[in-house]
Protein backbone atom coordinates (compact mmCIF):
# COMPACT_ATOMS: atom_id res chain seq x y z
CA UNK A 1 0.00 0.00 0.00
CA UNK A 2 0.81 3.62 -0.41
CA UNK A 3 0.24 6.65 1.63
CA UNK A 4 0.15 10.25 0.41
CA UNK A 5 0.11 12.99 2.94
CA UNK A 6 -0.81 16.36 2.48
CA UNK A 7 -0.91 19.47 3.79
CA UNK A 8 0.02 23.23 3.99
CA UNK A 9 -3.72 24.59 2.32
CA UNK A 10 -5.22 27.07 3.81
CA UNK A 11 -6.86 30.85 3.05
CA UNK A 12 -4.18 33.51 2.07
CA UNK A 13 -5.05 36.87 0.87
CA UNK A 14 -4.19 37.56 -2.89
CA UNK A 15 -0.63 38.30 -2.86
CA UNK A 16 0.07 36.24 -0.05
CA UNK A 17 2.21 33.14 0.15
CA UNK A 18 1.25 28.82 0.79
CA UNK A 19 3.31 25.98 0.76
CA UNK A 20 2.05 22.62 -0.14
CA UNK A 21 3.99 19.62 1.33
CA UNK A 22 3.41 16.22 -0.24
CA UNK A 23 5.18 13.05 1.95
CA UNK A 24 4.80 9.77 0.04
CA UNK A 25 5.22 6.35 2.36
CA UNK A 26 4.26 2.55 1.85
CA UNK A 27 5.64 -0.30 -0.82
CA UNK A 28 7.43 2.21 -3.18
CA UNK A 29 10.47 1.04 -5.15
CA UNK A 30 11.07 4.53 -6.85
CA UNK A 31 9.01 6.95 -7.80
CA UNK A 32 9.16 8.60 -11.25
CA UNK A 33 7.33 12.18 -10.82
CA UNK A 34 5.02 13.69 -8.26
CA UNK A 35 3.27 16.79 -8.55
CA UNK A 36 0.29 18.61 -7.85
CA UNK A 37 -2.86 19.01 -10.10
CA UNK A 38 -5.96 21.55 -9.04
CA UNK A 39 -9.50 21.73 -9.56
CA UNK A 40 -11.78 24.76 -9.27
CA UNK A 41 -15.47 24.28 -8.78
CA UNK A 42 -16.97 23.54 -12.25
CA UNK A 43 -13.70 23.08 -14.01
CA UNK A 44 -11.25 20.23 -15.13
CA UNK A 45 -8.58 19.02 -12.81
CA UNK A 46 -5.27 20.59 -14.34
CA UNK A 47 -2.06 20.05 -14.37
CA UNK A 48 0.46 22.77 -11.87
CA UNK A 49 3.56 21.14 -11.16
CA UNK A 50 5.62 18.29 -11.28
CA UNK A 51 9.21 17.31 -10.86
CA UNK A 52 10.87 14.14 -12.69
CA UNK A 53 13.18 11.88 -10.87
CA UNK A 54 16.03 13.81 -12.26
CA UNK A 55 14.78 16.84 -10.71
CA UNK A 56 12.89 18.25 -14.52
CA UNK A 57 10.39 20.34 -13.58
CA UNK A 58 7.38 21.36 -15.35
CA UNK A 59 4.74 24.05 -14.63
CA UNK A 60 1.33 25.31 -16.09
CA UNK A 61 1.75 28.72 -17.64
CA UNK A 62 -0.37 30.61 -15.09
CA UNK A 63 1.69 29.75 -12.33
CA UNK A 64 5.09 29.74 -13.83
CA UNK A 65 7.41 32.63 -11.70
CA UNK A 66 5.02 32.65 -8.34
CA UNK A 67 5.17 28.64 -8.00
CA UNK A 68 8.27 27.03 -7.24
CA UNK A 69 8.39 22.69 -6.94
CA UNK A 70 11.11 21.16 -4.83
CA UNK A 71 11.43 17.64 -3.04
CA UNK A 72 13.43 16.29 -0.50
CA UNK A 73 14.36 12.75 -1.76
CA UNK A 74 15.64 11.62 1.66
CA UNK A 75 11.86 11.98 2.94
CA UNK A 76 9.90 11.29 0.07
CA UNK A 77 8.75 14.78 0.34
CA UNK A 78 7.64 17.29 -2.70
CA UNK A 79 7.24 20.64 -1.80
CA UNK A 80 4.61 23.17 -3.90
CA UNK A 81 5.87 27.07 -2.73
CA UNK A 82 3.12 29.37 -3.85
CA UNK A 83 3.72 33.09 -4.21
CA UNK A 84 1.73 35.98 -5.47
CA UNK A 85 -1.14 33.95 -5.08
CA UNK A 86 -4.41 35.12 -7.06
CA UNK A 87 -7.72 34.27 -5.98
CA UNK A 88 -7.72 32.70 -9.70
CA UNK A 89 -5.67 30.15 -7.96
CA UNK A 90 -8.27 28.97 -6.09
CA UNK A 91 -8.99 25.33 -6.39
CA UNK A 92 -8.60 22.18 -4.40
CA UNK A 93 -5.00 20.71 -4.32
CA UNK A 94 -4.23 17.25 -5.24
CA UNK A 95 -0.81 15.55 -5.42
CA UNK A 96 -0.11 12.66 -7.79
CA UNK A 97 2.47 10.29 -7.34
CA UNK A 98 4.04 8.01 -10.47
CA UNK A 99 6.00 5.08 -9.04
CA UNK A 100 7.09 1.99 -9.54
CA UNK A 101 6.31 -0.51 -6.41
CA UNK A 102 7.72 -3.29 -5.31
CA UNK A 103 6.72 -5.50 -8.53
CA UNK A 104 8.11 -2.80 -10.59
CA UNK A 105 4.44 -2.25 -12.00
CA UNK A 106 4.38 1.63 -12.83
CA UNK A 107 1.33 3.22 -10.92
CA UNK A 108 -0.17 6.31 -9.99
CA UNK A 109 -1.60 7.57 -7.08
CA UNK A 110 -3.73 10.59 -5.74
CA UNK A 111 -3.70 12.55 -2.21
CA UNK A 112 -6.81 13.57 -0.20
CA UNK A 113 -7.08 17.03 -1.93
CA UNK A 114 -6.40 19.88 0.30
CA UNK A 115 -8.04 23.06 -0.32
CA UNK A 116 -6.53 26.11 -1.37
CA UNK A 117 -8.58 30.17 -0.88
CA UNK A 118 -7.13 33.05 -2.09
CA UNK A 119 -9.65 36.08 -1.29
CA UNK A 120 -9.52 39.23 0.76
Known amino acids: QVQLVESGGGLVQPGGSLRLSCAAS????????MGWYRQAPGKQRELVAV???????NYTDSVKGRFTIFRDNAKNTRYLQMNSLKPEDTAVYYC??????????????WGQGTQVTVSS
Open 51 to 57: IGSGGST
Open 96 to 109: NLVYRGRDYVLRTY
Open 26 to 33: GSIFSINA
